[in-house]
């Protein structure tokens, strides 16, 4: 116990010190490069919808536009801050891969390379570029993929709280989150990790993803579902 104790600080005060240098870099390089380019017209169209918050949109659920009028409520319509949490987002990618490479028994190479590889990715790199809804739907997929390996190696069944938040955080991002949620339900069913199907943790992370995706569920039943 005092081992895997003192194995989990050495961990925080070197290992995550160095993943988060690598996301602060990559958080840093976007900063200063993203007005480079002026707005794209999916970005006109989500700083227009950001304007006229409502529950949901024809193109996509609530949470991009959200964090849109974040940004210009914090910055003002300019090109680097609107596009700040995107790059924000893909900085918290990173270290939650760095950690993935850890929970996975890699040690600090193994762990700085897939944080790496990560930030120089193009998926990663484009989802940092703009304001776009892919940029937090990527944020979400990892991080339930994360929280899964969590649950699979503590056999901790509370990890079902954060992957249902992720999940509803998903749904209100962009709806294709639910092929990664066929995956989960699959996996549950095909493995011995069926065995949470009767604790109350699962079914508390499910309660969570349809209280977070609630408000939008309902405003597509009121606009039959556009």
């Not at 003002?76 to 893909?90: C, K, M, T």
């Not at 998903?170 to 092929?179: E, F, S, W």
């Not at 009767?198 to 969570?208: I, N």
């Amino acid at each position: 116990m005092t081992q895997n104790v003192r194995s989990a600080q050495r961990f925080w005060h070197s290992d995550f010190s160095l993943l988060l240098l690598v996301a602060l870099v990559t958080l840093l390089v976007h900063v200063v490069t993203n007005g480079r380019y002026g707005f794209h017209r999916d970005e006109l169209d989500t700083i227009d919808n950001a304007r006229r918050l409502a529950w949901g949109y024809v193109a996509y659920p609530p949470m991009t536009p959200f964090i849109a009028r974040i940004g210009l409520t914090l910055f003002g319509l300019s090109l680097v801050g609107i596009r700040f949490f995107a790059a924000l987002a893909q900085a918290v990618v990173i270290v939650l891969v760095g950690c993935m490479a850890r929970e996975l028994g890699g040690g600090r190479l193994a762990q700085m390379t897939a944080a790496v590889a990560v930030a120089i990715a193009p998926i990663s790199l484009t989802g940092g570029v703009m304001l776009q809804y892919f940029s937090f739907d990527y944020l979400w997929w990892v991080l339930i993929a994360f929280a899964m390996i969590r649950l699979l190696k503590t056999n901790n069944p509370r990890w079902w709280l954060l992957i249902g938040a992720g999940i509803g955080l998903g749904m209100l991002t962009k709806y294709t989150i639910m092929v990664l949620v066929a995956g989960v339900v699959v996996g549950v069913f095909a493995t011995p990790t069926r065995r949470y199907l009767r604790s109350p943790w699962l079914w508390g992370g499910v309660a969570v993803a349809l209280l977070i995706f609630l408000p939008n569920l309902i405003w597509q039943i009121q606009h039959n579902f556009i």
